[in-house]
């Protein structure tokens, strides 16, 4: 009897942290297979009309946000991802430039639940480049049409200990999806 309730005890402990051990999913799974992995800023920076309606995964700090009568438009500062897409926020350096992120007119994102400075990651279909007026010179910046949007926030709670580089000597970054209505 005794040998049954350990069992018991253990299958239940088991049962009840696993799901505390699942990551979290950046790409939702209808949009996963519709991914253009291979594709990156550069490639859309440089042919946004050669990638056009192609589904790719950027991500950054959010530069500004600007509502319009039927959209928002989010600015984003480009940063490099890790392999779990989570904006290397310590690689602004590394940044290939910016660009625009458009709420597509489905659900119009209220530009005060996404600050100056938030990290993003967002799953977007390019849609075309935009000429913006950047330090006295007219430039570039590609546009996507979001399909999946993650905001990262960063929780002191836990630390360096539990979680691998690049996440030492501080809190780490976990995402939360709050606009997750952009589906297919």
Not at 93 to 118: H, M, N, V
């Amino acid at each position: 009897m005794q040998f049954n309730l350990v069992a018991l005890f253990v299958a239940v402990t088991i049962s009840a942290t696993i799901p505390a051990c699942t990551r979290y999913d950046v790409i939702p799974d209808p949009l996963e297979t519709h991914i253009e992995k291979g594709l990156s800023y550069q490639d859309i920076a440089r042919s946004p009309n050669t990638h056009k309606g192609k589904l790719i995964v950027l991500g950054g700090k959010v530069v500004s946000t600007t509502r319009f009568k039927d959209r928002t438009r989010i600015e984003v500062l480009q940063l490099p991802l890790t392999d779990d897409y989570i904006p290397r926020t310590d690689q602004e350096g590394e940044s290939q430039g910016r660009f625009y992120a458009y709420d597509a007119g489905k659900e119009i994102l209220d530009p005060t639940s996404l600050p100056e400075g938030t990290p993003i990651t967002l799953v977007g279909e390019v849609a075309s480049i935009q000429t913006t007026k950047m330090d006295d010179a007219d430039r570039p910046v590609p546009t996507l049409s979001i399909k999946d949007l993650t905001t990262w926030e960063v929780s002191e709670g836990r630390r360096w200990w539990a979680f691998p580089y690049p996440y030492h000597g501080g809190g780490y970054l976990y995402g939360a999806r709050p606009y997750g209505f952009y589906y297919w």
